[in-house]
């Protein structure tokens, strides 16, 4: 996958067919589908990720408007200084689309199959009901595909 480009549906439709996940979490509230403890679940893997490839992740759960992949853009954007080292996965449940958007730096450590890989993880996940285990795994793969920098202290 170049750099900056995107990841989607790449994967079996009968999975797809098969994805019905639910927008509401355990709390029950469709404004917070996680709850607390999930939340900082989320953000130690998130931490832990970054920690280990030097890169920065960050997770989107939500409605990406009619032109999701433009959206997915913007969202990347966002991260600002930190776009070109940027990997983020986003997922819309109701519209049953995960985007991945990576940097210039992170796409040339992310390949288009591991972000294919990514996208199956969520897409089984999801189709179980499990949204927050859909982005853990997600930038579980990620990372894993991406690899640890290596100690330049001794260089």
């Known amino acids: 996958m170049a750099p900056g480009e995107i990841a989607k549906r790449d994967v079996d439709e009968q999975a797809i067919e098969q994805w019905q996940p639910r927008v509401a979490g355990p709390t029950g509230s469709l404004g917070q589908p996680f709850d607390n403890k999930q939340l900082v679940l989320l953000d130690e893997v998130i931490d832990n990720a970054e920690q280990v490839t030097g890169l920065r992740f960050s997770a989107f759960l939500g409605d ?12 990347h954007a966002g991260l600002g200084a930190d776009a ?5 996965v986003a997922i819309s449940p109701a519209q049953r689309i995960v985007e991945v958007v990576t ?16 996208v199956l ?17 997600a ?8 690899g640890t920098l290596p100690d330049r202290t001794t260089w």
Do not use: E, F, M, W
């Open 84 to 88: 070109p080292n940027g990997v983020l």
């Open 64 to 75: 990406l408007g009619p032109d999701t992949t433009a959206r997915a853009r913007s969202l």
């Open 139 to 146: 930038v579980r793969t990620l990372a894993d595909q991406a």
């Open 103 to 118: 940097g210039s730096v992170a796409g040339l450590r992310i390949s288009d199959r591991a972000a294919r890989l990514a």
């Open 121 to 137: 993880n969520v897409v089984s996940a999801a189709g179980k009901g499990d949204l927050h285990g859909a982005l853990i795994n």
